[in-house]
């Protein structure tokens, strides 16, 4: 064979090769595609929020679902602009209740947002993309907000009329809440789960409820009386209780965290540590996940919690460290 016949054959053999690792490569890109659980991201949006963040998100087999609240002539829409983001996700169960995806995501429109934890960097997009979506099928209901504050764990008592702490105005009305929700069940004395109503819900929990009791849900948040602001905040301690039937889901931040996103501290005194670090940094520059102008101060803060982050994240790689850390998810504290 001359030198340039062997250089050619060569080169067939390295095309061969590499059409035989794309096709690999994309065998198995489909075959884990299809393995990966069903998702609907259900945007609780109105005309003048910008949710097109969602299409950055990196879950395999998710379809977005936009519901724009104030525009009827949306694809999605709710019955009535009231009730907030409640109104949007009762509405898309009661409507796609025949053909649920696996796992159903429910969030707001805004990517970053206070209501999303400071570990995630406020950001629901990187809250969705770090999401172990087996997490969420083994425990049907998974709160996408992990931190206790104004929400855990003993928040709202049912039988007390007290409305002088103003981060639980709503306490007052919420044994009145629940009776018309649920007329069925007997008023609980404490509800509580982290707060804001962002959460990933399974085809079985949301099928555990029957269609029509949806249906009442909805009716009675369009007949309601209350202000949009109560009954918005009335279901923030409900929806463990409509999927679950549990009336306080509060695991530990630091195991909700480890368990759901793989982000690992050592305990919840660490994870405090991180968290209070965190605020300081956040109340020297208020603007979320930005610096600007640049600040030595800040900057030195910032590369302090990426480093603590990662030495957590690190940890949470291995499913061995997992399960030390979160043993009992509900052992330590009910
Ligand atoms: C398929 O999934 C496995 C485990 O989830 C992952 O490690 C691997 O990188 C994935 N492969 C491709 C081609 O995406
Ligand atoms: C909905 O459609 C109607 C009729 O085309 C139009 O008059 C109205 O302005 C639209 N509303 C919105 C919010 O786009
Ligand atoms: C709830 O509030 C009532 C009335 O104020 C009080 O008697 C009761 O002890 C409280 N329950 C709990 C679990 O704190
Ligand atoms: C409201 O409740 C929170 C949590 O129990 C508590 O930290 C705060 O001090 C209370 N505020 C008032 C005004 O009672
Ligand atoms: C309450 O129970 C009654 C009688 O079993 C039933 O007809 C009704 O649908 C239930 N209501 C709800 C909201 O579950």
């Not at 707001?108 to 995630?120: G, L, M, N």
């Given at each position: 064979m001359t030198k340039v016949g062997r250089l050619r054959c060569t080169a067939q053999q390295i095309l061969l090769l590499l059409a035989v690792l794309l096709l690999w490569t994309l065998v198995s890109i489909t075959r884990n595609e299809s393995q990966a659980p069903s998702v609907n991201l259900v945007i609780a949006s109105t005309l003048a929020q910008d949710y097109s963040w969602t299409s950055n998100i990196r879950i395999p087999n998710l379809r977005i679902i936009p519901f724009v609240a104030d525009n009827p002539n949306s694809t999605y829409h709710p019955p009535l602009n009231k009730g907030r983001e409640a109104m949007i996700y009762l509405t898309y169960i009661y409507q796609f209740y025949g053909?649920?995806?696996?796992?159903?995501?429910?969030?707001?429109?805004?990517?970053?947002?206070?209501?999303?934890?400071?570990?995630?960097?406020r950001s629901t997009a990187y809250t969705l993309n770090h999401l172990d979506l087996n997490e969420v099928l083994q425990r049907q209901y998974l709160n996408l907000h992990v931190d206790w504050k104004h929400a855990c764990p003993a928040w709202i008592n049912t039988s007390s009329t007290s409305n002088e702490n103003e981060s639980k105005f709503e306490q007052p009305f919420m044994a009145a809440a629940f009776t018309a929700n649920f007329p069925n069940e007997t008023v609980p004395e404490i509800l509580a789960q982290p707060c804001c109503s962002q959460f990933a819900v399974t085809r079985e929990a949301i099928l555990s409820v029957p269609r029509e009791q949806y249906q009442h849900q909805i009716n009675w948040l369009l007949r309601s009386a209350f202000s949009d602001e109560?009954?918005?905040?009335?279901?923030?301690?409900?929806?463990?209780?409509?999927?679950?039937?549990?009336?306080?889901?509060?695991?530990?931040?630091?195991?909700?965290?480890?368990?759901?996103?793989?982000?690992?501290?050592?305990?919840?005194?660490?994870?405090?540590?991180?968290?209070?670090?965190?605020?300081?940094?956040?109340?020297?520059?208020?603007?979320?996940?930005?610096?600007?102008?640049?600040?030595?101060?800040?900057?030195?803060?910032?590369?302090?919690?990426?480093?603590?982050?990662?030495?957590?994240?690190?940890?949470?790689?291995?499913?061995?460290?997992?399960?030390?850390?979160?043993?009992?998810?509900?052992?330590?504290?009910?």
């Open positions: 053909s649920l995806p696996d796992i159903s995501i429910f969030v707001h429109a805004d990517d970053e947002s206070w209501h999303v934890d400071s570990i995630f960097g109560l009954t918005g905040r009335m279901w923030e301690h409900m929806w463990q209780f409509l999927f679950l039937k549990e009336v306080v889901v509060c695991p530990l931040e630091y195991k909700a965290l480890c368990a759901g996103w793989h982000i690992c501290f050592g305990s919840q005194e660490e994870m405090n540590g991180w968290k209070k670090l965190a605020k300081d940094r956040e109340d020297l520059h208020p603007t979320l996940g930005r610096i600007d102008p640049p600040h030595g101060k800040i900057e030195a803060m910032d590369m302090e919690l990426r480093a603590w982050k990662e030495r957590a994240m690190k940890r949470g790689r291995s499913k061995a460290e997992r399960a030390r850390i979160v043993g009992d998810l509900w052992g330590e504290h009910e």
